[in-house]
Every structure is written in structure tokens, then in C-alpha cells.
T-cell receptor, first 110, second 118 residues
Framework: QKEVEQNSGPLSVPEGAIASLNCTYS??????FFWYRQYSGKSPELIMS????GDKEDGRFTAQLNKASQYVSLLIRDSQPSDSATYLC??????????FGTGTRLKVLA | GAVVSQHPSRVICKSGTSVKIECRSLDFQATTMFWYRQFPKKSLMLMATSNEGSKATYEQGVEKDKFLINHASLTLSTLTVTSAHPEDSSFYIC??????????????FGSGTQLSVL
């Protein structure tokens, strides 16, 4: 069974620090990887997508992908209290399905 | 990013009634849409995959006669919860896939529908 694993947290970081969120996946043929942010009571919002090994930066966010290790991470620089949310890792599961992790709850302390 | 519109955002209904939820991709054509269900503090649970012009593919354990899905056009999919019961109360979220190849596709979500069945 294809799986996406995340630490549920909460991960607490002080304001201004770097938050590091990690995700591992089981399906070696996955080609698309996503990070979503979800506030309580709201639907997920796409933060980053990454498709090839290495780093991809967008503003304060950097996604890192290592297909050999089946590992994808999200770094949030200069964390703000407004970044406090649950971050979902998603991986394409083939046949256009997407498999979501259970999410990591991030708390940025002011 | 692409916009996916979902209505209504909140529904309160009596047990035994049916509820229809609409999901529209506003600025792109979505050949594939997905319907998820989410319980408080839990992750997304895929209910079904909806393909334009064909029958939806339901995940194991999801009753297709209870959760009717129609994907009549490239921009609209609907989920109808038939004869709703209190246990159907949940947050329902649709999503639409943008992009043709697996290496550039993205999945965008609607704003969700909170269903409360009394």
C-alpha cells in the first residue's frame, strides 16, 4: 500500500526561525510532490510543487526533493505566527491519484 | 494559482434529505476532479475520482449510491449526499487537477463544504 508519512507534531518554532517539515513516501515511481497549508476549518492551499531532485525556492519557502531517499521537505524561513497551520505533504500515487500524509501541525511562537 | 469554486460553504439539513455540492474550476478545464472528506484534526480521505463524461471511480468503502457524483462538463462536478444521516456530517472538499503531464500537474482545492445533518 502506498504511503506518505509525516510527523504529526506539533512542531513549535520561535518567530523568525526556520521551520523544517519532513515527509517520506513509499512509492518509488511517484513524480509529483506537493506541500499544502491548511488552516483550521479551511481547505488546503497549495504552497509548493516540486517534480525533480534538488531544491526549489519560492519566497520564504524552499522545497527539497530526494527521490533516491524518497524524501521531500519544506523549509519556511523567517517563520511568522501566520504560518501556524497544518502542513500536508502530497505525492502522486499514479493513475492521477494523490496520496496525502496526515499533516504536521506547525506553531510559530510570537 | 488556479481557482476552484465550491458551493455551498455550509449546509445544515434534516436527516433523510439530500444535499448537492457543486465544484467548479473557474479558469481552467479539469478533466479530473476529486472529492475528499475530512473529519476534525484528521487528514483528507479520498472518496472518489470524477472524470468528465464518465462514471466516477469510488474508493473502497464509499457507497456510490449514497454519494452520487456527476461530472457533466470540464468545469463542473457535483456531489450529492442522498438521504443524509448524522454520520454523514463532515467537511467535504473537492479538488481539480490542472496540467496534462505528471511532471507539471497541480491539484487545487475548493473552499470546502461543512455539512451538518440534524
Amino acid at each position: 500500500q502506498k504511503e506518505v508519512e509525516q510527523n504529526s507534531g506539533p512542531l513549535s518554532v520561535p518567530e523568525g526561525a526556520i521551520a523544517s517539515l519532513n515527509c517520506t513516501y513509499s512509492d518509488r515511481v511517484s513524480q509529483s510532490f506537493f506541500w499544502y497549508r491548511q488552516y483550521s476549518g479551511k481547505s488546503p492551499e497549495l504552497i509548493m510543487s516540486i517534480y525533480s531532485n534538488g531544491d526549489k525556492e519560492d519566497g520564504r519557502f524552499t522545497a527539497q526533493l530526494n527521490k533516491a531517499s524518497q524524501y521531500v521537505s519544506l523549509l519556511i524561513r523567517d517563520s511568522q505566527p501566520s504560518d501556524s497551520a497544518t502542513y500536508l505533504c502530497a505525492v502522486d500515487g499514479g493513475t492521477y491519484k494523490y496520496i496525502f500524509g496526515t499533516g504536521t501541525r506547525l506553531k510559530v511562537l510570537a | 494559482g488556479a481557482v476552484v469554486s465550491q458551493h455551498p460553504s455550509r449546509v445544515i439539513c434534516k436527516s433523510g434529505t439530500s444535499v448537492k455540492i457543486e465544484c467548479r474550476s473557474l479558469d481552467f478545464q479539469a478533466t479530473t476532479m476529486f472529492w475528499y472528506r475530512q473529519f476534525p484534526k484528521k487528514s483528507l480521505m479520498l472518496m472518489a475520482t470524477s472524470n468528465e463524461g464518465s462514471k466516477a471511480t469510488y474508493e473502497q468503502g464509499v457507497e456510490k449510491d449514497k454519494f452520487l457524483i456527476n461530472h457533466a462538463s470540464l468545469t463542473l462536478s457535483t456531489l450529492t449526499v442522498t438521504s443524509a444521516h448524522p454520520e454523514d456530517s463532515s467537511f467535504y472538499i473537492c479538488s481539480a487537477r490542472e496540467g496534462g503531464a505528471r511532471t507539471n500537474e497541480k491539484l487545487f482545492f475548493g473552499s470546502g463544504t461543512q455539512l451538518s445533518v440534524l
